[in-house]
């Protein structure tokens, strides 16, 4: 049972690098306060525009304000594009 637990424990802390467990965003927060823009939202939205954090927002029907958040939001959107390429990685 505690071997069990462990590698529970050892999948949860993997698929929390990528904040994402069984498809599920664990950390839904707010990326962008002045458009009310969240971490799921972004992510969605990545998948579905090209380009960068300006045109992304910009699928969302926003565009940046202050400026503060383009380079977390850069971030996550590089690393949801990236998820489906790790999922056809064979193991």
Known sequence: ?????????RI??????????????LDPMYICICNAIREADLRQA???SGGDATATYASLGKKPNCGQC??????IIDQ???IPSCENVAV
Do not use: D, P, Y
């Not at 949860?12 to 965003?25: E, L, N, P, Q």
């Not at 383009?70 to 971030?75: E, N």
């Open 80 to 82: 949801e594009r990236a």
């Open 46 to 48: 990545a998948l579905k």
């Open 12 to 25: 949860i802390r993997i698929c929390c690098s990528c904040k994402r467990f069984a498809g599920v965003i």
């Open 1 to 9: 049972m505690r071997a069990i637990k462990v590698l529970l424990l």
């Open 70 to 75: 383009l380079v977390k939001a850069g971030q």
